[in-house]
C-alpha cells in the first residue's frame, strides 16, 4: 500500500525551512528519501532503517518513528537548489520487497 | 558512463504496435526494478528481478513483460502498445545502503 506524503505542495523562501511527511498504514522496515528535478531521475537522499533513527545530509534531515509508521523529512534554511519533488519510499518488514514510492511534495524555493 | 543507462531516451509508437525499453548497469548489482511514473502518481512497480532466474510482477504488470538476459540486462516489453501506456518509465537497482539508482528515464508516448 502506498505510502501518503503531505503536503502535496509547497513554496518557500530561501532560507525558510520545510517538513515533509510520509505515513504508512502498515509497518515499515525501511524509509527511503529522493529527490527528483524536473526531467531528471530521482537522486538517493538517505535510508532510515531503525525506529527512531534520525540522519543528516548537508542541511537536509530525516526522522523514522517505527511505532507510529512514519517518517519525515526536514529542509532547514532552504536554497534555490532544493526544488524539486521528494518522494518517500517504504519496505515492510520481509526485507526484500520492492519500495512502495509515495506520490511525492512538489517543493519549490523562489528567491 | 553513467551506473545505469536506459534506451531509448524518448520514443513516440502507435497503438498496437511491440515496444521493447532497454536498461542496463555497470556495478553488478543483483537487484533491478522498472517503474512507470504518471504525474502526480508517483514511482508505480511493474517488475523486478533479484537474479537472472528471478522474475516478479509488481502493482501493475498487466500488458507488460521484461526480460533478464544477463545480471547487467532487464528489458522491458510492451506486447501492443496503447494509449494510457504513455509515461516516464524508470528502470534502477539496488545498491544497498546508498538506495536504488535510476537510469534517466525513458519517455514513451503511444499515439
Known amino acids: 500500500q502506498q505510502p501518503v506524503q503531505s503536503p502535496q505542495a509547497v513554496i518557500l523562501r530561501e532560507g525558510e525551512d520545510a517538513v515533509i511527511n510520509c505515513s504508512s498504514s502498515k509497518a515499515l522496515y525501511s524509509v527511503h528519501w529522493y529527490r527528483q528535478k524536473h526531467g531528471e531521475a530521482p537522486v538517493f537522499l538517505m535510508i532510515?532503517?531503525?525506529?527512531?533513527e534520525q540522519k543528516g545530509h548537508d542541511k537536509i534531515s530525516a526522522s523514522f518513528n517505527e511505532k507510529k509508521q512514519q517518517s519525515s523529512l526536514y529542509l532547514t534554511a532552504s536554497q534555490l537548489s532544493y526544488s524539486g519533488t521528494y518522494f518517500c519510499g517504504s519496505s515492510t518488514p520481509s526485507g526484500n520487497t520492492p519500495l512502495v514510492f509515495g506520490k511525492g511534495t512538489r517543493l519549490s524555493v523562489i528567491a | 558512463d553513467a551506473d545505469v543507462t536506459q534506451t531509448p531516451r524518448n520514443r513516440i509508437t502507435k497503438t498496437g504496435k511491440r515496444i521493447m525499453l532497454e536498461c542496463s548497469q555497470t556495478k553488478g548489482h543483483d537487484r533491478m526494478y522498472w517503474y512507470r511514473q504518471d504525474p502526480g502518481l508517483g514511482l508505480r512497480l511493474i517488475y523486478y528481478s533479484f537474479d537472472v532466474k528471478d522474475i516478479n510482477k509488481g502493482e501493475i504488470s498487466d500488458g507488460y513483460s521484461v526480460s533478464r538476459q544477463a545480471q547487467a540486462k532487464f528489458s522491458l516489453s510492451l506486447e501492443s502498445a496503447i494509449p494510457n501506456q504513455t509515461a516516464l518509465y524508470f528502470c534502477?537497482?539496488?545498491?544497498?545502503?546508498?538506495?536504488?539508482?535510476f537510469g534517466s528515464g525513458t519517455r514513451l508516448t503511444v499515439v
Open positions: 534502477a537497482t539496488w545498491t544497498g545502503v546508498h538506495g536504488y539508482t
Open positions: 532510515l532503517l531503525k525506529g527512531g
